[in-house]
Nanobody, 126 residues
Framework: QLQLVESGGGLVQAGGSLTLSCRASGRTTHLYPMAWFRQAPGKEREFVAG????????EYSDSVSSRFVVSRDDARTTMALQMNSLRPDDTAVYYC???????????????????WGRGTQVTVSS
């Protein structure tokens, strides 16, 4: 089985930066696209950013594309999300997700991901 553990969340002022990390363990030979989703109170879970196993393709939501950077380490088992110029509307629980199926590109639908972390809270104060 594959397990994902997020870290790096916290409280930051608007305009500040945070870096989230997601570490995969277990059956990492079947670790393909990885992605970050977030869910704010009262809202649906939404795609934030993702990256393929090869690290060639990245995908971002429109709301974060100019501010966030997603990356993956050489072992392909740790994904990071560098979040800059944070805004209060970035406040949410951020989840790491991974697919165990080889896919073209980075899916933006939560249904494409088979494994999820427990989430890490990011709070941006105004």
């Amino acid at each position: 089985q594959l397990q994902l553990v997020e870290s790096g969340g916290g409280l930051v002022q608007a305009g500040g930066s945070l870096t989230l990390s997601c570490r995969a363990s277990g059956r990492t030979t079947h670790l393909y696209p990885m992605a970050w989703f977030r869910q704010a109170p009262g809202k649906e879970r939404e795609f934030v950013a993702g990256i393929t196993r090869s690290r060639v393709v990245t995908e971002y939501s429109d709301s974060v594309s100019s501010r966030f950077v997603v990356s993956r380490d050489d072992a392909r088992t740790t994904m990071a999300l560098q979040m800059n110029s944070l805004r209060p509307d970035d406040t949410a629980v951020y989840y790491c997700a991974a697919s165990d199926q080889g896919q073209l590109g980075v899916p933006t639908s939560a249904n494409a991901y088979s494994t999820w972390g427990r989430g890490t809270q990011v709070t941006v104060s105004s």
